[in-house]
Structure formats: structure tokens, C-alpha cells
């Protein structure tokens, strides 16, 4: 097992990164419990294991994040200890979290070089856009180095960050669930660059919980399992996707249940014309919370076409609806018009009651659940508890208020309800929100929200971040929810969630649904097509029309 | 427990000792001795006619912070408390004075209008941000001066006191506007604060004012709301908290707290009991500082205007040594500087040690258990 080595001694060693015996621990949990990690000089290396089973932690440990309390860290055979990211950047060791970290309102190029010019007060713009050119050619990384960081994709913005990452010289790349918001013809690009670097000698590790992207793109796998090393599959070729998934959760996965049609006659949710005109005038209620959390006071980026652009479609109860879409193409637009956090043009109503000049709050109340696309953004506040995370979003309902005052007791209950069934890993319901590990964080809003019964969810990404096994469980949540009559606009990246999951299946494209297809029948290829606007479809008309084509008259 | 009640402590005391250095050192530079300078200083707060004037002197200070301190609770920064105030104050005191009334009737409606005052002077700015998107901190104090040259006017022409034609004051307020001092109080209770002095009586108009403090913010809805925005204002937003409605109902929140800053001394303190020159217009400076000291904590504040209030008292006694009462301002200003980087410091130091007895109360036990691959 694990034998101390001294400091700077080097050890022959054909790994670029041995981790041994790692144990790092928060109040109340052991993060990692002598997790052991060993990755070859070259390869592109996978890390997988359920919700809280200490991925994040193991990797900024190797990224001087945080210091272990036990444990070794070998670089290329030699001990290493590193008191900060800055030492560990130092030692040629980059990372890309798993919530970006850019700032809006700078250009691409200000991004990848803030903070890393230390000692140059000023900096050579020219020489470091030049650079930033060589890099994301060398690496088919494209992107341009004057783009406002606010007008990017997620695509984009993964780029920038491995940029900023490959700017500071790094030569072992941490990418922590890179892909989880990228669709795939996105992930299939970003492997395409990843192996890139590997074959110039670059070592990649990264974390994802989409077993068939490990399985078809690493070159070692190590599974980790309540902060253990539970195993380390050298072959990806020798495993598939159910044995990985069995030493992940440590029992055999509950297998998808058939599914049946549970579509009803009555529409939940009608959405009529809904458009959002380019230039955003005055100041909305986006810019003055943009303006709170200290970002410029000012929101929508100027595109040539409507964000949202004359957009109908019905749910009905029992029914899942798909929206699919490469991000940024008028889906957040279109959930935050729904729950009356966007001024917009159109008609919306629940069930048969039009809630088009109504608040978010009485919108709420009218039973709209909402889970919103960036957890951390928008579904909840890092720094509170896990009870008053709860609250969100349902404190103007009457479950947890009572005359203007807080109800604690049915707010902690519900909490423990959520946590209970929802496998929220965590300690108790009085800690901040951030000590929760990424899924976790997850679980525990779509868990609020469902907890709240519904009578129509728009659920964004519900899924985003999850393991396999917390996600067999959500999407059972969400079947269940669909018999029980749920109406659900579910948006995803995830194409076979929304293959899985939906009922009908639309498809956006620059602000406008631009195809219905049958999830009965469509493969992911032919999704993908749809969305990146290669492939026309003949069906259905590109403005929109009311979209219930295959629901029972 | 007591590693939270260390940490509380710990960084104003880290302060209080840098404070002490730092004015030392420029006690010195002022070529004096330090010991002296601290010993005259502790004589002139050693005595119980000391403390009731601290006492005194910290409530309209602590109903400042507060002020402030709800607007910080969402970043928002109410520099305008001090014009919010002064008017209050002065049309408080001018109407006060034209009117007779029972007393408790009388004392009420002065509050009420200090309250209205700050309250509509706050919404200047409170709507300027909400619908405009002006920022708050430069149109507060733009309305300072608006408010420093309206109230030079109104006291001039409109609200002067007939019988004193030299003097810029208003009328002294009637017995019926004024409160009753707490000594009798502590009397009944057999506590004597000695001959001539007077603790005032808007002493439990700040308690209440504190505890009010407390529920709105840790256990009403409003509160929740508040908390949300400030934290994470995009969060707030996708709640269905409205930004616009917050920043106006907050900033106005503000204004009518801070109208309440002058009243204490307005109509509970003998010096006063009426508007003029001598009245302080700056209290909402002091609020900024007690806010940032106290943390926004209604209780953290109260130790911070207790001290503030301290070290003003006691470097009066500097004069009587020789040694520039600028001293004092040196204090506050190091303690305040100081304080704020403790409490980063002792912040980092206890999520270090927090994660360390973490690791002696949780022992890992490391045994891999290695799958077959
Ligand atoms: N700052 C912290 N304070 C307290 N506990 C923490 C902290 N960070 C992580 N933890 C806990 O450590 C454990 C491991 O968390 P980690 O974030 O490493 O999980 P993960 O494997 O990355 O999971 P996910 O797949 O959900 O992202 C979790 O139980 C989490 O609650
Ligand atoms: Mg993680």
C-alpha cells in the first residue's frame, strides 16, 4: 500500500500523475479515503464514480486547490506538494472546473490572459493574441480571441477555458464533466481536440458520468466509489457501459421500465407566438439582477435574429415535450418567457388559464415547477442552507410561509423528504448548499420542485451533472409524474434523455421550433442533424405552428 | 460553540490590537508618549457618568448602521442616510413644535413624520435605480447636498424660531414632544447614575428597532427575499423575486430607518429638543462604518457603536495632555481598517482549522478495495 516518500525524490516511473493514498476530509464526511489514481504520460484518462464520490475533490487536490491530509502526489515520478493552483500551474498542471469560470463581459482573449501575466503590468495585446492564435490551431480549438465571452456558446465557452488553461503552459489538463453541457456533435469536437493534444504529448484527465463517452474516448479508466479507488481498467475495450455502472454504484442498475402513452385530452400548457424582439430597451429585470451581482447592466447579445421568434406548442397532462437544440438557439429564452422571467410577446397558458401578464410568482402558484438550467446561476445560493434552498422558488406559496413568516419546521421537513428521496448524499440539511458535491446540488433542486407537485414542470437539463444511477431515479420520478397526469417541457443536451423521455420531440433553431419528430423513431444522428440546421424537415413548418400534431384529438 | 464564540471575537480583537499600534505609532510620531496618551485616555471613560454618556452618544449611531445595514444585506449602499436624516429631523422638529398634543400622541406623529421623511427621500434614489438604472451610491449622495441646501433654506425662511431672529434653529419642542429620560428607571431599581447625568430615553426605541432587525431579516419572507438577492441576485430572479421591487422597498426601508437616526437626539436629548446649527448632520457616515464593523449583525453592530462611541469619549481627554484629538480619528479609522482584513484573516484560519479537527473527529480507515477490472 501506500509508502511515504520523501519530498523531490524521483522514483522511476512511467506516469506522468501517480496519486496514492489521497485521504482529504469535511466536516462530517471523508471526501477521499485513500483514493489511488495513475495516468500515463499521453493518454487521455477518465475518472468516474457516483455523485459525491469524491471526483471534484481528488482533482483539485492534484490542482493545489486544496492540500490532502493524507497522501502522495507523484509528478512524473517525483513527490510534489502544492500549497496553491499557482504551484501546481507552475508544475505544468491546468484545470477547468466543473462550473465555468469566465468573466461575461470580457473578450475571449482578456479571459485566457487575465491573471496569468504575473509581473507584466502591462500586457502585450498582440503577442497574446498571436499566441492564443497558434494555440487554437495547433489544437483545432477554434475560436476568435475579440469575441465578447457573453456572445459564446458553451462549446465556445469550453474551448476558452482549456485555452486559458493551455496559455499558462499547462501539459496535464484537468477537465472536470466537460461535456455535460455540450451536445454531441460538441463532445465529439472536444475529444477530436483532446486527442490532438495527447498525440503532442499532452495528459488528459477528465470526469464524466456518460459512460459510452468514456468508454469510446479514454485510454484507462479509474472508478471511484465513496472516495476509494474501486478500480482501474487499463482496456476500456474489456468493460462495458453495465460493468462500469455496477463498480460505480456497487449492485447491478435498475433497468428503464417500458414506457406507455399516458398523453391525456387536456392541455396543461399552450404557448402561443411567443417572441422575443433582439434589442432589449430600458432596464429589465435582467439587468437590474445582473446589475446587483456587479456585472454590467446591460443583457441580450445582439444577433441578427429574434432570440425567440414566434414559438407555439401544447403540453398536455401525462406528456413529455422535448425541446432539442445546440444551447444558446432560444430554449432559455423560451423557459424563462414561460415562467415570466423575460418580457415577451404571446399568449401563455396553464391550464387553460392565460397567465401571459402574470408574475413568475402567480405563475408559480398557478403549478408551473421550474428547474432552471444553471444550477449554481439561477436554481439556488451557494452560501445558504440546504433547507433554505429549498424555500427558493416556493417562498411566496403558502408551504413554507405563514402570514410573512418563515415556517422553519415544514421547510427542514420537506428537506429531509427531499434528501431522503432523492439520495441528496450529504451530512444534514444545515449546511451551505456549496459543501454539496455537483449531482448532489442537482438532486436536491429537481427534488424541490417535484416535491412541490406540479401540474407543469419545464425542467432544464433536470439531469445535468447526475451519475447514472441518480438519474435512472430521476427519470423514473419523471415517468411517474407523467402518469400521474405532469405535464413536462423537458429541454436537454442529453439526446437520450430526450429520446427516452419525450412523447414529441421539437427541435430549435435561431429562436424558432423548426421540427417535430417522433422519438419513436429518430436516432441521435438524425437529431443532430435537426439541430444544426443541415437537415430541413419536410413535416412541419419552419415558423411553428401550434405544435400537437400527434396528440389524441 | 466555543470555536464559533472564538471566531466571532477573535478579528475585532486582532483589530483593537492593531488599532492600538498603529495610533501609538502616531502618538509617537507626534512626539508624545503613548502611555500617557492611553492613560488619559482610560481616566476619562473609567466612571459610570461615562458609560451613560457612551451609552448616550451610541444609540443614534446604532440606529445608522442598522439603517445601512439593510441596504448592504442586498449591495445596496445607502451613502444618502445623512440627507435622509438631517430633513427628517428638521421637518420632525419644526412640525413637532407647531403642534400640541397628549404626549404619547406627539411623540408618535414626530417619529412618523422622521420615518415618512427618510422614507420619501430614500425612494429618489430607490426609484432612479429601479426604473432608470442609476446607480445608488452616486445619486444618495447627490441628494446629500440637495438635502443640506434645502434644509439651509427651510430653516432660513420657513421653519426658524420667531423669537430668536439670530439664531438658524427651530422652536423648542413642548414637554408633551419629548422623551422621558430612563433614570427614574434605574432608580426603582436602585441604581443612582449621580448628579446631571441623563441616559435618554430613545435607548429601547434602538432595541426594538434591533430585534426588529433580526425577525425581518432571519425569519420573515421579506427577509428571505432580501437575503436571496443579496447573495445571488440571478437566483433571486428565477425565484420570482422581483429585483425591481426589492431594490425600491429596501432603499425605502432604508430611508425610513435612518429618518429615525436624529430623533433620538431630537426629542431625548436636553442639549437638543429642537433643529439648529449645532444639530450633527454626519451620523450616516458613522452608520457605514458601524455596519461594516458589526457585519451587518444587529448585535455585532451595538458592540461596534459601543466602541466607536468609546473612543470619542475617551480621546476628549486628550486635550487635557496636550496631545491632538486627531488620535482619535486615527483609532477608529486603523480599527475599522484592520478589522475588516481580520475578519478575512480569522476567516480563512477557521475553515483551515474547521477542516483539520474535521480530520481528528473522522479518521479515514484506507483500505482499497480494488474490483475486479
Ligand atoms: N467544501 C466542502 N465542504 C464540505 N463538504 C464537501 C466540500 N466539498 C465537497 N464536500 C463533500 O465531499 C464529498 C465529495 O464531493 P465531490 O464534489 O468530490 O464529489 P464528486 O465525485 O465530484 O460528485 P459529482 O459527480 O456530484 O460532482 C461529498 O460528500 C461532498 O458533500
Ligand atoms: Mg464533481
Known sequence: MTTAVEPGTAIDSAYAIELRGIVK??????????????????????????????????????????????????????????????????????????????????????????????????????????????????????????????????????????????????????????????????????????????????????????????????????????????????????????????????????????????????????????????????VDTVALAAGLAGGIESSGTPTSHRPLDDVSLRVHSGEIVGIAGVEGNGQTELIEAIMGLRPASGIV?????????????????????????????????LSMTLWENVILGHQAG?????????????????????????????????VSAFTLSGGNQQKLIVGREMMAKPHVLIAAHPTRGVDVGAQAVIWDILRQARSDGLATLLISADLDELIGLSDRLLVMLRGKVVAEVDPQTVTPAELGSYMTGAHQHDGRSASGSPGDGEAPA | ????????????????????????????????????????????????????????????????????????????FNIGANGQYVLAALLAAAAGAAVDLPAPI????????????????????????????????????????????????????????????????????PESARLPSLNSLFEAIGFDFGPGVVLHGFLPVAIVLGIGYHVLLNRSRFGFNLRVSGENPTAARAAGISPRRMIIVTLIMSGAIAGLIGIGPLIADPQFYKYGDQFPVSYGFIGLSLALLGRNHPVGMAAAALVWATIERATQALSFVDIPQEIGIILQGSFLLSAIIAYEIVRRLSADAETRAASRETPGTRTIAEAPA
Request: proline share 4%.
Open chain 2, 1 to 76: 460553540m466555543n470555536r464559533r464564540l472564538l471566531t466571532t471575537f477573535a478579528a475585532p480583537a486582532l483589530a483593537a490590537v492593531a488599532a492600538i499600534v498603529v495610533s501609538s505609532v502616531a502618538v509617537l510620531v507626534a512626539g508624545e508618549s503613548p502611555a500617557t496618551a492611553f492613560k488619559a485616555m482610560w481616566s476619562q471613560i473609567d466612571s459610570t457618568e461615562s458609560i451613560v454618556l457612551i451609552v448616550n452618544r451610541a444609540v443614534p449611531y446604532y440606529v445608522a448602521g442598522v439603517a445601512v445595514a439593510i441596504g448592504f444585506k442586498m449591495n445596496l
Open chain 2, 106 to 173: 406627539h411623540v408618535a406623529m414626530i417619529m412618523g413624520i422622521a420615518v415618512v421623511v427618510g422614507a420619501t427621500w430614500a425612494a429618489i434614489p430607490a426609484l432612479l435605480k429601479a426604473y432608470r438604472g442609476v446607480n445608488e451610491v452616486i445619486s444618495t449622495i447627490m441628494l446629500n447636498y440637495v438635502a443640506t441646501n434645502l434644509i439651509a433654506y427651510l430653516l432660513a425662511e420657513h421653519f426658524r424660531n420667531p423669537d430668536q431672529p439670530n439664531i438658524r434653529e427651530t422652536r423648542v419642542l
Open chain 1, 25 to 282: 476530509r469535511f466536516p462530517g464526511v471523508v471526501a477521499n479515503d485513500g483514493v489511488n489514481l495513475r495516468v500515463r504520460e499521453g493518454t487521455i484518462h477518465a475518472i468516474v464514480g457516483e455523485n459525491g464520490a469524491g471526483k471534484s475533490t481528488l482533482m483539485k487536490t492534484l490542482y493545489g486547490a486544496h492540500q490532502p491530509d493524507e497522501g502522495d502526489i507523484l509528478i512524473h515520478g517525483t513527490r510534489r506538494t502544492f500549497r496553491s493552483p499557482s504551484a501546481a500551474i507552475d508544475m505544468g498542471i491546468g484545470m477547468v472546473f466543473q462550473h465555468f469560470m469566465l468573466a461575461d463581459n470580457f473578450t475571449v482573449w482578456e479571459n485566457i490572459v487575465l491573471g496569468s501575466e504575473p509581473g507584466h503590468l502591462r500586457l502585450n495585446m498582440r503577442k497574446a493574441r498571436r499566441r492564443i492564435r497558434e494555440l487554437s490551431e495547433q489544437y483545432g480549438l477554434e475560436v476568435d480571441p475579440d469575441e465578447l465571452v457573453a456572445d459564446l456558446g458553451v462549446g465556445d465557452k469550453q474551448r476558452v477555458e482549456i485555452l486559458k488553461v493551455l496559455y499558462r503552459g499547462a501539459r496535464i489538463l484537468i477537465l472536470d464533466e466537460p461535456t455535460a453541457v455540450l451536445v454531441p456533435h460538441e463532445v465529439t469536437e472536444l475529444f477530436a481536440s483532446l486527442e490532438q493534444l495527447t498525440q503532442q504529448g499532452a495528459t488528459v484527465i477528465f470526469i464524466s458520468h456518460k459512460l459510452d463517452e468514456v468508454l469510446g474516448n479514454a485510454d484507462a479508466i479509474t472508478v471511484i466509489r465513496a472516495g476509494k479507488t474501486v478500480g482501474e481498467i487499463d482496456d476500456p475495450s474489456t468493460v462495458t457501459a453495465g460493468e462500469l455502472a455496477e463498480m460505480m454504484v456497487g449492485s447491478e442498475l435498475p433497468s428503464p421500465e417500458t414506457r406507455e402513452a399516458t398523453v391525456r385530452d387536456d392541455v396543461r400548457l399552450e404557448v402561443v407566438g411567443l417572441t422575443i424582439e433582439s434589442a432589449p430597451t430600458g
Open chain 1, 398 to 430: 403558502d408551504d413554507f410561509t405563514h402570514r410573512g413568516l418563515i415556517d422553519r419546521d415544514a421547510a427542514r421537513e420537506r428537506t429531509r423528504q427531499v434528501v431522503e428521496e432523492f439520495d441528496v448524499r450529504t451530512p444534514g440539511i444545515d
Open chain 1, 349 to 381: 397558458k396553464v391550464d387553460e388559464q392565460d397567465v401571459s401578464e402574470l408574475s413568475n410568482t402567480a405563475r408559480r402558484n398557478a403549478g408551473i415547477g421550474y428547474v432552471a438550467e444553471d444550477r449554481q446561476r439561477d436554481g439556488m445560493v
